[in-house]
């Protein structure tokens, strides 16, 4: 046999076997024998046994790959411990080539692939994250990093009666602040946000936090003290507030004036003039006369809030008290006493009447005058308008009466009652 001498000059080619990579798989290599795919560009080691591509352990591919980023899994033509992306995740296929290669029952899910770019740090080499039920996390174009919806059952735990929020005067981490008993989470005037108590709370209303002022508190309603139309606040020694039983009326504030006005009556001494052109008369037959005690009657401007009017009713003894006559005329009720209830009312007497005064005038005697006297004072209820009305009933006895007896009155306003 000739012989091949091969020098240090001697150029020697070395070639496999090769074809495409479905040729391969009908074929056997033998054990060591190598083997070339020129489609998939990939060498094969063969062990001798078995056809190509058929059973686990045929052929030892050379290398493992980086397939990249592909569509689906069937796309990926990967050999055992080849790698690539698939929907965010990197997989490789199986090492046994169990499974189908055309989805994930071939592959073994390697994990999560993102970019961090330059924003990612581990400590100590490790890398926890937390991720929402999803299993996604998302960066946005700006490079932050966002989570889904995380349940509250995945918080970390804090202590009781305890809010998590900034604290401080300024930006900051969250921190976690406890609130005391009695207390509410606010914000007093030159303090931070925390545990304010219900006294530094009606202190502070007004803006001073001190006890030495009044708190000012707007639109505050107290269910407890609910009741049928407005009421006094009545406190008692412990401070407790309680709303007045119903059935009455309640005043909390008496005011009286300086000097009392007329509001009713004559205003000189024949009685031709009088107050508001109202007369200076009233009848004893219990009809019912309008008074407007302000303005034009008094002068004075009805008080807001003003409940009652403190009056003051007496005979008009400048006047001939009985009968409607003048003085220069002497007594028509001859023989008899006679007697007068003046009473104020809003209209209606069985609902509302309330008894100003009473007055009475004894028999003539002899010719001589006998001369009526009574006076009195007392609040008197006003309507819707500060107004009320006045009326009044007569008496008298022996054998003489005479119908619709006048009587002469004045009424003054002396103060009023909140």
């Known amino acids: 046999m000739a012989s091949i001498e091969i020098t240090e000059n001697t150029v020697i080619r070395n070639l496999i076997r090769k074809g495409t990579n479905a040729d391969r798989e009908t074929i056997t290599l033998a054990s060591g024998e190598l083997g070339f795919s020129t489609d998939s560009e990939r060498v094969f080691i063969g062990n001798g046994t078995a056809q190509g ?70 400590t100590s080499e490790t890398l ?35 809010l998590l929020g900034n604290f401080t005067t300024g930006s900051s981490v969250p921190q976690a602040v406890a609130v005391g008993g009695n207390s509410v989470m606010g914000r007093q ?24 002022l009044k708190p000012t508190v707007s639109g505050l309603t107290i269910t407890e003290l609910a009741g049928v139309g407005d009421s006094p606040i009545v406190a008692d020694a412990s401070g407790t507030l309680s709303r007045p039983p119903a ?3 309640t005043f909390t504030q008496w005011t009286y004036y300086d000097r009392p006005y007329q509001i009713f009556g004559a205003t000189n001494a024949s009685g031709s003039t009088s107050v508001g052109s109202l007369g200076s008369t ?10 407007n005690p302000w303005v034009p009657t008094s002068g004075l ?52 009447y309330q008894m100003i005064f009473t007055a009475g ?12 006297s009574g006076s009195g004072q007392i609040p ?27 009587w002469y009155i004045k009424l003054y306003l002396v103060g009023y009652c909140l």
């Open 53 to 122: 591509g058929t059973a686990a352990g045929d052929y030892l591919v050379v290398g493992n790959k980086f397939l990249g980023e592909i569509g689906s899994f069937s796309d990926a033509n990967a050999l055992p411990g080849d790698i690539f992306k698939l929907g965010g995740s990197l997989y490789a296929r199986n090492t046994d080539y169990s499974g189908s290669t055309s989805d994930a029952t071939g592959y073994t899910l390697l994990g999560s692939s993102f970019s961090t770019g330059n924003g990612l740090e581990l």
């Open 128 to 162: 926890s994250v937390k991720i929402d039920s999803s299993g996604k996390l998302a960066f946005t174009s700006d490079g932050s990093l966002t989570l889904g919806t995380v349940a509250l059952s995945d918080l970390t735990t804090i202590d009781a009666n305890t």
């Open 282 to 291: 009233i009848s004893t037959d219990g009809t019912q006369i309008d008074i």
């Open 361 to 372: 005038a004894g028999e003539e005697d002899k010719g001589r005058f006998e001369m009526a």
């Open 189 to 212: 005037s030159t303090s931070t946000l925390g545990s304010v108590t219900f006294d530094q709370i009606l202190l502070g209303a007004d803006g001073t936090g001190t006890a030495t």
């Open 301 to 352: 401007t009805m008080p807001a809030g003003v409940k009652a009017v403190i009056v003051y009713g007496t005979i008009d003894t400048t006047v001939q008290p009985t009968g409607g006559g003048v003085r220069a005329l002497g007594p028509q009720n001859r023989k008899k006493k006679q007697g007068v209830t003046v009473f104020s009312t809003l209209g209606t007497t069985d609902t509302n």
């Open 247 to 249: 059935g009455g009326n």
């Open 380 to 406: 008197v209820i006003l309507n819707a308008s500060g107004n009320f009305k006045i009326g009044s009933y007569g008496w008298q006895d022996h054998d003489y009466e005479l119908s619709n007896t006048t």
